[in-house]
């Protein structure tokens, strides 16, 4: 079984079905969903759901959104202080946004090697390969 690391821009595309990435990223979700695809989070994620669903207007949907991704069977690995430190030092060396360093973080720390994003960023990262959602397969 594939495990792969979720971007939380999957989760809130396939919400806001996003007219590029919403069914790509729902087949994602129903890989995970189905037990086809093994997914895996940071305990931020979330949080980064959550605040972009806000940010769309979609405040009121959060509670039921989280509870959705919780029902998935995702693995969600905790963001340890020294974690938080790392990424620091790696948002320094790459530029890269430092939530995105927190999860390629935690992904090296757990050896989770693929993310599936449409972020681009996690490209550079040397021990991250970045999965397109319309490129996803099972």
């Known amino acids: 079984m594939r495990r ?11 919400k806001a079905m ?5 069914r790509p990223c729902a087949e994602v979700l129903k890989s995970v969903a189905s037990g086809e695809t093994k997914g895996s989070i940071s305990a931020l994620v979330p949080l980064e759901v959550a605040n972009a669903m806000r940010k769309f207007g979609l405040g009121r949907r959060v ?8 029902s998935l ?35 090296r720390r757990y050896g989770i090697k693929d993310i599936v994003s449409a972020d681009r960023d996690f490209e550079r990262f040397g021990w991250v390969e970045r999965v397109d959602p319309k490129a996803f397969r099972a």
């Open 73 to 107: 069977g995702l693995e969600v690995h905790p963001l340890e202080a020294s974690d938080s430190l790392e990424a620091a030092d790696v948002a320094g060396e790459t530029g890269a946004s430092p939530y995105d360093c927190a999860h390629a973080v935690v992904m």
């Open 63 to 70: 509670r039921d959104e989280v509870k959705a991704m919780f």
């Open 18 to 22: 996003d007219r590029v990435y919403g």
């Open 4 to 14: 792969v690391f979720l971007d939380s821009n999957v989760f809130f595309y396939a």
